[in-house]
């Protein structure tokens, strides 16, 4: 919007967003001025306070691009059977900063509807309001940046599932095979342990 030659105002976009005024003018501020180096300019029209930004135009948000990339391909968030190299534009930041600005700024029924809509799922009963917001923004921040490895689900489930039985079991998995020479140095002395069968060697 603020891109177009007829530019907006604090007022229209925060319509068009959801936000309110007062985090429409942080991310002006914030995230375009500070963190994106963007130049904004305004002026004093007939339908109020108009900003423009100056230079070259943004590449697309996250979700356009997005949108963009799933009508044809596979989605290049990591995590999710895609390119794996993928890294977020400072637009997509921006924009996801917005959103999770825009949380805190929402009803606690607002955030139960948002729940419902991103988990289909009603959220835990007695999940405090800073709680919701939190989740919902690891949820936005998994969109952007991409979410948890199939291999660190099931090791996670894993976890859960002993921790369950009482096991209290947080082994990684790494096994140190017979033989192996682990060295380290500490105050300027090197430490070599040797793995044996039954058990370590110094």
Same mark, same amino acid.
């Given at each position: 919007m603020l891109r177009r030659s007829e530019g907006a105002t604090v007022e229209e976009v925060a319509s068009a967003t959801g936000w309110q005024?007062? =985090?429409?003018?942080g991310v002006f501020s914030g995230t375009l001025k500070k963190k994106l180096g963007l130049t904004i300019a305004s002026a004093k029209e007939e339908r109020g306070r108009v900003y423009r930004i100056n230079g070259p135009a943004m590449k697309p948000s996250f979700h356009e691009a997005s949108a963009r990339r799933n009508s044809g391909g596979p989605s290049p968030v990591p995590g999710r059977g895609g390119d794996r190299e993928y890294q977020p534009r400072s637009a997509d930041i921006a924009k996801l900063e917005g959103d999770i600005i825009g949380l805190v700024d929402r009803s606690t029924q607002d955030l139960r509807l948002v729940w419902r809509q991103v988990h289909r799922t009603e959220p835990p009963p007695g999940l405090s309001r800073d709680l919701l917001i939190r989740a919902l923004a690891h949820r936005l921040q998994e969109e952007t940046h991409g979410g948890t490895s199939r291999a660190q689900q099931r090791r996670?489930? =894993?976890l859960a599932r002993e921790f369950e039985k009482g096991s209290g079991s947080s082994d990684p998995g790494i096994i140190l095979r017979t033989g192996t020479t682990l060295v380290r140095q500490w105050r300027g002395h090197t430490h070599t342990v040797l793995v044996r069968e039954?058990?370590?060697e110094l």
């Open positions: 005024r007062h =985090t429409v003018r996670l489930q =894993t039954e058990g370590f």
